[in-house]
Antibody, heavy 120, light 110 residues
């Protein structure tokens, strides 16, 4: 059974970088049938897909247009995890952030969620 | 403003049936599979239905999904108080090359 465990700070100052990690158990970040995603949820924006990383003989990344200039999603094969970095955050980035694994835009397994507040 | 449109709320009595609609366009629902997620209070979303009408292992057959044109529907029969949750539809948007979701529907079991 695949499980995802998120970690990272719950408070980030404006203009700084939001960093979260998602540790995978029961599967491999290099599984060439799975895609590893970051999704956020806020009252104003609802559920919003942010980005993904996946391995298909080599690593690929895709990002939502709304955050493309500020986001990086990276795999870490040595720790079997993947990460989210979102630069130059503003209060608009305050949300619950989820990591999720899936395929073909179906999200089969989710992390527990991390509330990230952007405030000075 | 979510790409997919859902009613904000629905309600029904225990034991009854309810349906939740999800409306989109040809760039999303019309040409892609639809998934449904259940989010209980204070928890992460959980996959209920994928590829329009398939249930993951462990999801009871009280939950069903269907799709017609640019709309999809989630059905729940034999309602239980434990079904009170927010329900979200999701799919791919081909024009945006991204996943998109509905705004969510709050189910109240009276």
């Amino acid at each position: 059974q695949v499980q995802l465990q998120q970690s990272g700070p719950g408070l980030v100052k404006p203009s700084q970088t939001l960093s979260l990690t998602c540790a995978i158990s029961g599967d491999s970040v290099s599984n060439n049938s799975v895609v590893w995603n970051w999704i956020r949820q806020s009252p104003s924006r609802g559920l919003e897909w942010l980005g993904r990383t996946y391995y298909r003989s080599k690593w690929f990344n895709d990002y939502a247009v709304s955050v493309k200039s500020r986001i990086t999603v990276n795999p870490d094969t040595s720790k079997n995890q993947f990460s989210l970095q979102l630069n130059s955050v503003t209060p608009e980035d305050t949300a619950v952030y989820y990591c999720a694994g899936g395929a073909n835009w179906v999200f089969f397994v989710w992390g527990q969620g991390t509330l990230v507040t952007v405030s000075s | 403003q979510s790409v997919l449109t859902q009613p904000p709320s629905v309600s029904a009595a225990p034991g009854q049936k309810v349906t939740i609609s999800c409306s989109g366009s040809s760039s999303n629902i019309g040409n892609n599979y639809v998934s449904w997620y259940q989010q209980l209070p204070g928890t992460a979303p959980k996959l209920l239905i994928y590829e329009n009408n398939k249930r993951p292992s462990g999801i009871p057959d009280r939950f069903s999904g269907s799709k017609s044109g640019t709309s999809a529907t989630l059905g729940i029969t034999g309602l239980q108080t434990g079904d009170e949750a927010d329900y979200y539809c999701g799919t791919r948007d081909s024009s945006l090359t991204t996943g998109v979701f509905g705004g969510g529907t709050k189910l109240t079991v009276l």
